[in-house]
């Protein structure tokens, strides 16, 4: 364009439009707290579904358990055959071979934790509980089996990590809420978890969230959200921000899932550098990376990396969008890699919703696979830095 100009006569050559198109702006992508209106949430009551142990009332709950937390102790009452509880000020730790258990949590501790050990479903009912650890995670689950926690009506609930966390051999504490087993969010109260030392929640099977909840997390450290074998959203308020270098916002090792709620991630970290070996790898930053397949369905799906090479979205296998929303804008510089607003290493394949993608410094979607849009749509238009596809 520099030539272009430098080179021209006087003449009826109006060059706003092309200046326009390099001078876009992305829509604003910022975290959201208000409230979502949504269909009741209809638990599963076939016991044949698949689905139908990730409801937490298709359970029964007659064995409860309270800790109460005060500064610097705990209190518990209640007991259960067949599950012992220890405390030490304000740590708590509980061993449960006694089927499924019901967990109340209320107070405030700055120097606490919950531990579980167990190979029996629970749940943690947070009523109002704020937990912080400086030496590790807030709650840490290293049982294999369901992880329920439920948010009473109302409830403001807190968990924090510290900076640097004091380990047990053999044992992972990976975030701030960390289980070994399946993590399933219900209720209608409100989560905020800060990480600081690790990730803010992470599971090292799957994680389930459900209409109703508000879940908050700020990680400055790790990857916001995370799931080894997958991510289902059916519903729900999430916000997620990380900063720390090569973070990832949301990862899902399994399939990623949007049935419905509003998901936001944003991701402010730049390119993380490690050499080991002689050998210097770079990470850079995604506000969602997914080793495998991404769906939406439903719902609003809302992603932004700012940082140097991030992407919106990472997709390590294909990515199919039926309905709801999805954008994902990536503003971030190009020094060690290049950002990108959608990066697909499968296929990509539309046929309903709404899609929005925007690169300030490359092509808004990079997709070595094919890619599909099927007929029908109201909207397909392709610019130098944006793709939107509406139907």
Same mark, same amino acid.
């Given at each position: 364009m520099g030539l272009t100009m430098a080179?021209?006569?006087?003449?009826?050559?109006?060059?706003?439009?092309?200046?326009?198109?390099?001078?876009?702006?992305?829509?604003?992508? !910022? %975290?959201?707290?208000? @409230? %979502? +209106?949504?269909?009741?949430?209809?638990?599963? +009551?076939?016991?044949?579904?698949?689905?139908?142990?990730?409801?937490?009332?298709?359970?029964?709950?007659?064995?409860?358990?309270?800790?109460?937390?005060?500064? #610097? +102790?705990? /209190?518990v009452n209640g007991s259960v055959s067949g599950v012992s509880v220890q405390t030490d000020g304000a740590h708590v730790t509980v061993v449960n071979m006694s089927g499924p258990v019901k967990f109340i949590v209320s107070g405030k501790t700055a120097n606490g934790s919950l531990k579980f050990y167990g190979d029996k479903r629970f749940q943690i009912y947070l009523n109002g509980a704020e937990i912080a650890n400086p030496k590790g995670a807030a709650i840490n689950n290293q049982g294999s089996k369901s992880l329920y926690v439920v948010m009473a009506d109302g409830s403001v609930n807190r968990l924090q990590d510290g900076t640097d966390y004091v380990m047990v051999d053999e044992e992972d504490q990976k975030a701030a809420l960390? &289980? !070994?087993?399946?993590?399933?969010? &219900?209720?209608?109260?409100?989560? /905020? *978890?800060? @990480?600081?030392? =690790?990730?803010?929640?992470?599971?090292d099977d799957y994680i389930r969230i459900r209409p109703g909840v508000n879940i908050y997390v700020n990680s400055t450290a790790q990857d916001g959200l995370r799931a080894n074998d997958g991510i289902i959203m059916d519903g729900g308020v999430v916000n997620v921000n990380t900063t720390g270098a090569g973070a990832k916002? *949301? =990862?899902?090792?399994?399939? $990623?899932?949007? #049935?419905?709620?509003? %998901?936001? @991630?944003?991701?402010?970290?730049? +390119?993380?550098?490690?050499?080991?070996?002689?050998?210097?790898? /770079?990470? @850079?930053?995604?506000? %969602?990376?997914?080793?495998?397949?991404?769906?939406?369905?439903?719902? $609003?799906?809302?992603l932004k990396a700012t940082g140097d090479g991030g992407k919106g979205l990472n997709a390590k296998q294909d990515v199919k969008v039926t309905g709801g929303s999805f954008q994902a804008v990536a503003t971030g510089t190009r020094e060690l890699k290049k950002p990108k607003g959608v990066k697909v290493d499968g296929n990509f394949n539309i046929s309903g919703g709404y899609f929005y993608s925007y690169s300030r410094r490359s092509d808004p979607i990079d997709v070595s696979g094919n890619t599909s849009v099927a007929p029908g749509y109201k909207t397909y238009e392709l610019k130098p830095k944006v793709l939107t596809i509406a139907y």
């Open positions: 080179s021209c006569q006087k003449d009826d050559t109006d060059l706003a439009d092309v200046i326009a198109d390099y001078q876009v702006q992305p829509v604003g992508i !910022e %975290l959201d707290f208000s @409230a %979502l +209106t949504e269909a009741p949430d209809v638990p599963v +009551t076939d016991e044949a579904d698949s689905a139908f142990n990730d409801y937490v009332e298709n359970s029964s709950w007659s064995k409860v358990i309270e800790i109460s937390f005060a500064d #610097n +102790t705990a /209190t960390f &289980s !070994e087993g399946q993590i399933i969010f &219900s209720g209608k109260g409100g989560l /905020t *978890v800060i @990480a600081q030392g =690790r990730g803010g929640i992470r599971s916002g *949301v =990862r899902s090792g399994g399939v $990623m899932l949007v #049935n419905g709620g509003r %998901l936001i @991630a944003i991701s402010d970290g730049d +390119t993380r550098i490690e050499t080991a070996d002689g050998v210097t790898d /770079t990470t @850079a930053c995604a506000a %969602l990376y997914c080793d495998t397949l991404v769906t939406v369905n439903a719902g $609003m799906l809302k």
